[in-house]
């Protein structure tokens, strides 16, 4: 009799266990039925919300459902990824952000964890970071740079667009390899960021192309992040063929959505991402914010997040960046 009923109890776990197993399946085929929001962790105006804007309109032709862009700006970011972690894992609430989600794991205590509490779709494009400097600081290459700041040492302040995001985390990088004393600012985005240096409020700022392009021409350009000059800007050189180090990562902007998220549902939506991201018209439009169009499968986009937690925790550690 025992063992009678601990089969019926079997049986019914694995019954139990198909029938969960079908859920993300059935729930993807009728995905998406309502309003999807894509949660901006950064004010209006950047480079992160106007990729937003131009995914969401075309999620929301494809689907014939609003897709809106609901900007949660704050704490570096942090607290639009703490509403996306802690809302329903259904498909519904989607994180669109930037590198700085793992920049932070190193440097301040997260109420998540964005290697296991997010699980990222696609990276919708790669960005260029460009050291500028106001026109009033009498120079013209990262050589003179240096020497300048280090004969008015204390004296020179630099921008960023909030601590511990790639802005600092390069500025800090330079600071420490080249021994500079500059005074650290920073800003609730990248558009305000531009905003001060074009009033000359700092002297000095990592500046992401997509929302500094237009008003590059009132800054002098001293250097770019990656391995290749920018076919836009073919006279400014790389940081790392002047010499600087650790300069070759670019920053990216992300789909993320709860780990709990049923597969089915990340599929489905991380396919329809890609296939929009393949469209020439959509990449022409990311090409001329001065950006690199991602789309990347699901895995490779992990195996991307996965290395540059590393990457970037290596420079935090090198750089010996903190939030103070």
């Known amino acids: 009799m025992v063992r009678q009923h601990r089969r019926h109890f079997m049986a019914s776990l694995l019954a139990l266990g198909l029938a969960g ?158 021994g500079l004393n500059m005074t650290h600012i920073p800003y609730k985005g990248a558009a305000p960021l531009v905003s001060a240096m074009m009033g000359r409020h700092v002297d000095a700022a990592f500046l992401d192309a997509a929302s500094s392009r237009s008003q590059l021409s009132s800054f002098t350009l001293l250097g770019v992040t990656g391995t290749e000059r920018l076919s836009w800007l073919p006279n400014v050189p790389t940081l790392k063929e002047q010499g600087a180090k650790s300069f070759e990562p670019l920053g990216w902007f992300g789909l993320f959505m709860p780990s709990a998220t049923p597969q089915a549902i990340q599929t489905r939506f991380t396919d329809e991402a890609i296939r929009i991201l393949k469209k020439p018209d959509v990449r022409q439009r990311i090409e001329d914010l001065g950006l690199i169009a991602g789309g990347d499968t699901q895995a490779a986009f992990k195996e991307l997040v996965v290395r540059d937690a590393k990457v970037y925790a290596d420079i935090v550690r090198e750089a010996k960046v903190t939030l103070d």
């Open 21 to 178: 197993a079908g859920i993300g399946p059935a729930m993807a085929s009728s995905y998406p039925d309502k309003p999807v929001t894509f949660v901006v962790p950064y004010p209006a105006g950047g480079a992160t919300d106007m990729l937003a804007r131009i995914m969401a309109q075309q999620f929301t032709e494809s689907w014939k459902v609003p897709v809106v862009v609901e900007n949660r700006a704050g704490a570096g970011g942090t607290i639009g990824a703490s509403s996306v972690v802690r809302g329903a894992p259904d498909g519904y609430t989607v994180l669109f952000t930037i590198v700085a989600l793992v920049q932070q794991i190193p440097l301040m205590k997260l109420p998540y964890d964005p290697l296991k509490d997010l699980a990222p779709l696609t990276r919708v494009a790669s960005s260029p970071s460009i050291l500028a400097v106001t026109k009033d600081i009498p120079v013209k290459t990262l050589p003179e740079f240096i020497s300048y700041a280090k004969t008015h040492d204390g004296k020179l302040n630099y921008g960023t667009y909030s601590a511990g995001t790639s802005s600092h985390l390069q500025m800090s990088l330079l600071s420490v390899q080249y």
